[in-house]
Structures are given as C-alpha cells and as structure tokens.
C-alpha cells in the first residue's frame, strides 16, 4: 500500500529564514510525485510534478527535490505570502489515486 | 484555460437527508474526474473517479454515490447523509489517468 509521511507536521519561519518540508514515501511503481499548496478552505493548488529520483524543479521561492525514498519542497527567503499548507502526493502503478500526506503547515511571520 | 467549478461552497445539511454536489470543467473535453474528501486531520481521500460518461469507479465503500451524466459534469449524491459524511468535498479532473491532478474550489459540507 502507498504510503505517504510529512515532517514537520507545522513549521513557523521569520521572513528570509529558508528551510525544507519533508515528503517520505513508500509507493509501488512511482508513476509520480507531486506537491500542493492548499490555503483555508480553498482547493489544493498544484505546484510540481516529479517523475525519477535526482529531479529537480522551481518556481519563484520554492524548489522541489526527489530521491528514491524522499522528496524535499526547500522554501528560500520565505515571505507572509508563503503561508499555507503544503501537501504531498505519489501516484503508483496501482491505481488512479494520488495518495497524499497529511501536510505541513507553514506560517511565515514579518 | 481550464476552469473547475463547485457548487455550492458550503452546506449544511440535518441526517438522513439527500445530497447533490456539482462539479463541472470548462476548457478541456474528455477529461479524467475525481471526487475527494479531505477530513480535519486526515489526508485526502479519493471517493470516485470516472475516465468518462457513465463510467464510475468508486475507490471506497460507503454512503456516497456518483454520476457523470456529460462529458464535463461530475455529480456526488446520497440519499441518507450519515454525521460521519461531514467534510471537505474536492473534485479534480487530469488530461490522463497518470499525471498531475487539478483542483475545484471545494464544498464544505456539515451534517447536523
């Protein structure tokens, strides 16, 4: 079964302070990796798209890593607007669904 | 561009009555459609999804059904809604079955 582990389940950064949410997986078949930003109570929003280990991708402030057991989402010099929980999916090759982790909770404080 | 709608964005409902969610696509024909529920604490959970008119497939047993009566509208039902079926309903559409997935704006639903 698919498997999906966020850490740290809420993270809190001063404005410009860069750090890494971790994305753990176990999956069957990597069809995919992907990665969300979900604000309250609206719908995830996609960011990324991973497909094999050593992948990199960017947008703006954030950038996406995947290895073999793990994707890393590194936010630098975050700002306010950053704020939002960021959540992470793998596809397999048994079936249609995105398996997502439970997500991180960023606040990013002035 | 592709453009997903939900309605309505909130709703309150007592148990035992019926249930009607609507999610449509615009911008896109024959897409892939999903149904998912996101639960306070809990990770998102795919109910339905449906690879075109009249095909569904239903990930998990439970009270809910779904229905895609046009190629673009994807429709979520009950006929008895339990206190247990309160959450965040999301529906999603995909170019393929593999790839990334597309998010609507989501209806909060709460049973009372």
């Known amino acids: 079964e698919d498997q999906v582990t966020q850490s740290p389940e809420a993270l809190r950064l001063q404005e410009g302070e860069s750090s890494s949410l971790n994305c753990s997986y176990t999956?069957?078949?990597?069809?995919?990796l992907f990665w969300y930003r979900q604000d309250p109570g609206k719908g995830p929003e996609f960011l990324f798209t991973?497909?094999?280990a050593g992948e990199e991708k960017e947008k703006e402030r954030l950038k996406a890593t995947l290895t073999k057991k793990e994707s890393f989402l590194h936010i630098t010099a975050p700002k306010p607007e950053d704020s939002a929980t960021y959540l992470c999916?793998?596809?397999?090759?048994?079936?249609?669904?995105?398996?997502f982790g439970k997500g991180t909770s960023l606040l990013v404080t002035p | 561009s592709q453009t997903i709608h939900q309605w309505p964005a909130t709703l309150v409902q007592p148990v035992g009555s019926p249930l009607s969610l609507e999610c449509t696509v615009e911008?896109?024909?024959?897409?892939?459609l999903y149904w998912y529920r996101q639960a306070a604490g809990r990770g998102l959970q795919l109910l339905f999804y449906?690879?075109?008119?009249?095909?569904i497939s239903s990930e998990v047993p439970q009270n809910l059904s779904a229905s895609r009566p046009q190629d673009r509208q994807f429709i979520l039902s009950s006929k008895k809604l339990l206190l247990s079926d309160s959450g965040f309903y999301l529906c999603?559409?995909?170019?393929?079955?593999?790839?990334?997935?597309?998010f609507g704006p989501g209806t909060r639903l709460t049973v009372t």
């Open positions: 999603a559409w995909s170019r393929g079955l593999a790839g990334e997935q597309y």
């Open positions: 999956v069957s078949g990597l069809r995919g």
């Open positions: 991973l497909y094999s």
């Open positions: 999916a793998v596809q397999g090759d048994s079936g249609y669904a995105l398996n």
């Open positions: 911008g896109t024909s024959n897409p892939n």
């Open positions: 449906s690879v075109g008119i009249g095909q």
